[in-house]
Antibody, heavy 118, light 107 residues
Framework: EVQLVESGGVFVKPGGSLRLSCAASGFSFTSAWMSWVRQAPGKGLEWVGRIKNEVEGASTEIPAPVKGRFTISRDDSKQTLYLLMDNLKIEDTGIYFC?????????WGQGTLVTVSS | DIRMDQSPSSLSASVGDRLTITCRASQHISIWLAWYHQRPGKAPQSLIYGASSLQSGVPSRFSGSGSGTDFTLTISSLQPEDFGTYYCQQYNIYPWTFGRGTRVEIK
């Protein structure tokens, strides 16, 4: 059974940094493309980046609203995906989900809540 | 960025009804479209990928169609567990983008 478990979401002040983790099991993590998707309170879904597998260079694609502030990485030995978020803004508040898939997101974690507030 | 316009934004229907949700892309995206279902307080679940391919384990009452810019998600016979919000998403061109969602209420 595919399992994705996010952690690391906390309350943080604007300008702060945070690292989220996503522990994966039940599938071949080393060959998977992984993404982060977020959802502001009461709002829709927003993709915030993806990382390819190591064979494909583990390259990342980060959309403009978070480019330069968000970094995605992976540790295949730990089957864990990371999202490093710097210079956090109030509008970064929301639930952050990790997901598998090459474009279409096949499996999702339950999410972790990030609150950015002064 | 490619804009994904979903309609309607919300609807109320009865168990057994046939439902159709539409999604229009602002640019041609071939068949690179997915549909998701999200219940309140839960993670989204994948329903359809490649515009019309049913995700493993998804009931056959769900179906998807379309290509290019116009797509539809159809629920042939609405069930009580189908309440929630449905999202379309394009993955043809970065940044991957979602529609704003269609909220489905059960009468």
């Amino acid at each position: 059974e595919v399992q994705l478990v996010e952690s690391g979401g906390v309350f943080v002040k604007p300008g702060g940094s945070l690292r989220l983790s996503c522990a994966a099991s039940g599938f071949s993590f080393t060959s998977a493309w992984m993404s982060w998707v977020r959802q502001a309170p009461g709002k829709g879904l927003e993709w915030v980046g993806r990382i390819k597998n190591e064979v494909e260079g583990a390259s990342t694609e980060i959309p403009a609203p978070v480019k330069g502030r968000f970094t995605i990485s992976r540790d295949d030995s730990k089957q864990t995906l990371y999202l490093l978020m710097d210079n956090l803004k109030i509008e970064d508040t929301g639930i952050y989900f990790c997901a598998t898939g090459v474009g279409a997101f096949d499996n999702w974690g339950q999410g972790t809540l990030v609150t950015v507030s002064s | 960025d490619i804009r994904m316009d979903q309609s309607p934004s919300s609807l109320s229907a009865s168990v057994g009804d046939r439902l159709t949700i539409t999604c229009r892309a602002s640019q041609h995206i071939s068949i690179w479209l997915a549909w998701y279902h999200q219940r309140p307080g839960k993670a989204p679940q994948s329903l359809i990928y490649g515009a019309s391919s049913l995700q493993s384990g998804v009931p056959s009452r769900f179906s998807g169609s379309g290509s290019g810019t116009d797509f539809t998600l159809t629920i042939s016979s609405l069930q009580p567990e189908d309440f929630g919000t449905y999202y379309c998403q394009q993955y043809n061109i970065y940044p991957w983008t979602f529609g704003r969602g269609t909220r489905v209420e059960i009468k």
